[in-house]
């Protein structure tokens, strides 16, 4: 089972940027997608965003446009570039992965990081 280790979380004012990292621990084989999600106090965990081995992109309504998805596979690296930052964005934020398609549920999680934006 792969891990999944999360940083770049903090508080930031509205309107401000953030990057979060999530490294996973080993290669592996094959086309694994991989995504953010994050989960809000009193709200379910909502997918933020997935990106496809070969680098394809898709992103939750509500942020499409100020956030960016990027992979590195051969660092082992998935970033979360987030601009025009809201309250509402204000979440505990996973990088998870799944093999194959997006579409799938995902199979493993990293911990989380918080992500806090002030009025």
């Known amino acids: 089972q792969v891990q999944l280790v999360e940083s770049g979380g903090g508080s930031v004012p509205a309107g401000g940027s953030r990057t979060l990292s999530c490294v996973w621990s080993a290669y592996r084989p094959g086309a694994w997608c991989m995504g953010w999600f994050r989960q809000a106090p009193g709200k379910e965990r909502e997918k933020v965003a997935t990106?496809?081995?070969?680098?394809?992109?898709d992103y939750a309504n509500s942020v499409k446009g100020r956030f960016t998805v990027s992979r590195d596979n051969t660092k082992r690296i998935l970033n979360l570039q987030m601009d025009s930052l809201q309250p509402e964005d204000t979440a505990i934020y996973y990088c998870?992965?799944?093999?194959?398609?997006?579409?799938?549920?995902?199979?493993?999680w990293g911990q989380g990081t918080q992500v806090t934006v002030s009025p």
């Open positions: 998870a992965t799944v093999l194959g398609a997006c579409s799938q549920r995902f199979t493993d």
């Open positions: 990106i496809t081995y070969a680098g394809s992109r």
